[in-house]
């Protein structure tokens, strides 16, 4: 799989120790729009190879997917990648893009909500509980069909902080399973087929 990160990538981390031995499954790439991302640094210290893939690029569809195609990638995980996905990605890799949400979509989704803003979404809508979506990418933010959703109370005294940092131990645990069970599950339908 690549892993597709804009930020620190604590959970492209996750991906690279929970898959080190697997298997049938590891992370041959990551990828992304930003050099200065401290998920470079972190993926080079686990042995990944790193793409920068900048806006401009993404207009040449045939460069994009010859890099995909030279580490051999069947799919795609975002772990905090900030840009929409284009439909010539999404088309290729159909059910085989991962994204992860910090709450409990269809609520506080959308172009814009990530991170923090999430989070202070959900505080101010006085919401009661709040969690993770991992779902499937189609081309519209935060849409795609829903795997696996799993919910926390929101306590009185949260911040955005408070919330962030209970929701990325969330994220850290069940993110990869969640991706390893798809990835299994979609291994043994082709193979019944191929």
């Known amino acids: 799989m690549a892993v597709m990160a804009s930020g620190s990538g604590s959970n492209a981390a996750s991906f690279f120790s929970y898959f080190e031995q697997h298997p049938s499954i590891g992370v041959a790439l990551v990828v992304t729009n930003n050099p200065d991302a401290y998920v470079v640094e972190r993926a080079r210290a686990a042995g990944i190879p790193v793409e920068v893939i900048s806006g401009k690029m993404w207009k040449e569809p045939e460069k994009v997917t010859a890099i995909f195609d030279a580490y051999a990638i069947n799919a795609i995980v975002l772990a905090g990648y900030m840009k929409l996905i ?3 990605l999404v088309r290729r890799y159909p059910d085989r893009i991962f994204n992860i949400h910090p709450a409990l979509l269809p609520d506080f989704g959308g172009k814009g909500m990530y991170g923090r803003h999430v989070h202070q979404a959900v505080l101010d809508a006085g919401a009661q509980k709040t969690g993770i979506t991992i779902h499937l990418v189609n081309e519209q933010y935060d849409e795609g069909p829903v795997l696996f959703q799993k919910a926390i ?14 929701i990325q131990e969330m994220e850290h645990y069940h993110y990869p ?7 299994l599950e979609n291994q043994q339908i082709s193979s019944k087929y191929t």
């Open 86 to 88: 284009p439909s010539f």
């Open 153 to 166: 109370p929101v306590l009185p005294d949260d911040t955005p902080e408070s919330l962030a940092s209970r």
């Open 177 to 183: 399973r969640v991706i390893e069970q798809a990835l």
